[in-house]
Every structure is written in structure tokens, then in C-alpha cells.
């Protein structure tokens, strides 16, 4: 193992448990006999005085992950309401270590030169997944930039046209994308990303929804992982 490789590890171990503390309100208390790792040590790790070994970290990280899964965060911190989502908890850095490390797992090995989002919600999260990639993100607006080419993908939400832009430099043909989207109802933005990608003649190798509505189908010969369902 190369030496940065073992200092990702132990990184994303520290990030986890920093971030499980602190979205969860889980204390030392309840980690020590989790990791088999005194509280005082735990607290040095958090502290960023000390880091925990390669093998430390990898044994800590598996553990973390299985108990204080992504999923579970996101069901703790979701607040649903009868016309309205509220997800700004996106919007916290202790979620994007947390996104960050459950996307290079989930798509351990992807090669990917740009990570494309639509605007503006789905930024934060984009932005997480491009730099663990690290690709160029690139955002979908609703108007068009001037003065350059752009591609453009139309499609109706809510009984309206809502048309998406991206400057055709962004995403080069043969290029290697992979989609961000923070919440699917319909999968109609989704699918309008993937149109855009088809126009650029850019390959689609996979997209992360955070949350979706249950009974969402979207048919592509990319896996299309969700990570937590309503």
C-alpha cells in the first residue's frame, strides 16, 4: 500500500467518527466499546493530536460504517413535510466526509473525468463526490451561458418546460461522467442529465441519488445507486 492511500484510510476513519459525533450526538461513551478503543484515545483522534494505524483505521472505519450507516443518518436527519423536503443537512461538511467516503466505496475503482449535478441543491454533494474522484464538476443551469456553445436538454416539471444548459466544452465526447442528484420525486432531472451527457456523446458510468421517493424506476445500462428511500 502506498503511503497516501494508508493516510486516506486514516483519514476517513477520523472524518467518520468525527462525523457520526457530531450529526448523531453519539459520544465517546458509546464508541469506546464499539471500536474496543479507550475514550481518551478516541478523543485524541477527534482532536486530530494522534491518528489511529492503517490497520486501526481500517478495523475502526468497518465498524463505523456498519453501524452508523450513511442510510441511518439520513433517515435521522430528513424532515419530511406535506410539500416539502427539508435536506439542508447537505449542506453540512460533517455529511460531505460522510458522502465522500460512501461514494468511493460504492464505486470503488470508477474512473471518472466529470462529476455533473444540476443546480443548485445537488452542488454540495456533487462537489464531495469530485473531489474524492477527483473530476471537474459540472453544474446544470437553467439559463444558458453566452458567448459559448451550449447543450441544452428540455423537459417538463410540474406541467412547465424547464430546460437545461451546459457549455458544450464542459463535457467532451468519450468523456467519462458520473451523475449527482440530491433528491429524485420523478427522475425527470436525472433523466434530463443523462440527456445532456447523450448530446455530448460523453458516457454515463454511474449516478448517486441521495434520496428518492419510493417506487422511483429509472431504466439505464449504468447502476444508478439511492441511498436512502421515502
Given at each position: 500500500?502506498?503511503?497516501?492511500?494508508?493516510?486516506r484510510?486514516?483519514?476517513?476513519?477520523?472524518?467518520?467518527?468525527?462525523?457520526?459525533?457530531?450529526?448523531?450526538?453519539?459520544?465517546y461513551?458509546?464508541?469506546?466499546?464499539?471500536?474496543?478503543?479507550?475514550?481518551?484515545?478516541?478523543?485524541?483522534?477527534?482532536?486530530?493530536?494522534?491518528?489511529?494505524?492503517?490497520?486501526?483505521?481500517q478495523?475502526?472505519?468497518?465498524k463505523?460504517?456498519?453501524?452508523?450507516?450513511?442510510?441511518?443518518?439520513?433517515?435521522?436527519?430528513?424532515?419530511?413535510?406535506?410539500?416539502?423536503?427539508d435536506?439542508?443537512?447537505?449542506?453540512?461538511?460533517?455529511?460531505?466526509?460522510?458522502?465522500?467516503?460512501?461514494?468511493?466505496?460504492?464505486?470503488?475503482?470508477?474512473?471518472?473525468?466529470?462529476?455533473?449535478?444540476?443546480?443548485?441543491?445537488?452542488?454540495p454533494?456533487?462537489?464531495a463526490?469530485?473531489?474524492?474522484?477527483?473530476?471537474?464538476?459540472?453544474?446544470?443551469k437553467?439559463?444558458?451561458?453566452?458567448?459559448?456553445?451550449?447543450?441544452?436538454?428540455?423537459?417538463?416539471?410540474?406541467?412547465?418546460?424547464?430546460?437545461?444548459?451546459?457549455?458544450?466544452?464542459?463535457?467532451?465526447?468519450?468523456?467519462?461522467?458520473?451523475?449527482?442528484?440530491?433528491?429524485?420525486?420523478?427522475?425527470?432531472?436525472?433523466?434530463?442529465?443523462?440527456?445532456?451527457?447523450n448530446?455530448?456523446?460523453?458516457q454515463?458510468?454511474?449516478?448517486?441519488?441521495?434520496?428518492?421517493?419510493?417506487?422511483?424506476?429509472?431504466?439505464a445500462?449504468?447502476?444508478?445507486?439511492?441511498?436512502?428511500?421515502?
Open positions: 500500500m502506498r503511503r497516501i492511500e494508508g493516510l484510510i486514516q483519514l476517513d476513519a477520523v472524518n467518520y467518527l468525527k462525523s457520526v459525533k457530531k450529526l448523531l450526538g453519539v459520544t461513551r458509546d464508541l469506546s466499546p464499539l471500536l474496543d478503543l479507550p475514550e481518551s484515545v478516541l478523543s485524541r483522534y477527534v482532536t486530530g493530536d494522534m491518528l489511529p494505524s492503517v490497520e486501526t483505521a478495523e475502526m472505519l468497518a463505523l460504517m456498519s453501524m452508523y450507516p450513511i442510510e441511518t443518518v439520513v433517515k435521522a436527519k430528513l424532515k419530511l413535510y406535506d410539500t416539502y423536503v435536506m439542508s443537512f447537505v449542506n453540512l461538511p460533517e455529511f460531505w466526509h460522510l458522502y465522500e467516503i460512501y461514494i468511493a466505496r460504492k464505486f470503488e475503482g470508477l474512473e471518472v473525468d466529470v462529476v455533473l449535478t444540476a443546480a443548485v441543491d445537488g452542488i454533494l456533487a462537489v463526490a469530485a473531489s474524492r474522484f477527483e473530476a471537474m464538476l459540472v453544474v446544470a437553467q439559463y444558458r451561458e453566452p458567448g459559448v456553445e451550449n447543450y441544452e436538454y428540455t423537459y417538463l416539471r410540474e406541467g412547465r418546460p424547464v430546460t437545461l444548459y451546459i457549455p458544450a466544452t464542459y463535457i467532451k465526447r468519450g468523456g467519462r461522467v458520473f451523475i449527482v442528484d440530491d433528491i429524485a420525486r420523478t427522475g425527470k432531472t436525472l433523466r434530463a442529465l443523462i440527456g445532456l451527457c448530446k455530448a456523446g460523453a454515463v458510468l454511474g449516478a448517486s441519488i441521495l434520496v428518492a421517493r419510493q417506487g422511483l424506476n429509472i431504466e445500462n449504468f447502476p444508478i445507486d439511492i441511498v436512502y428511500t421515502y
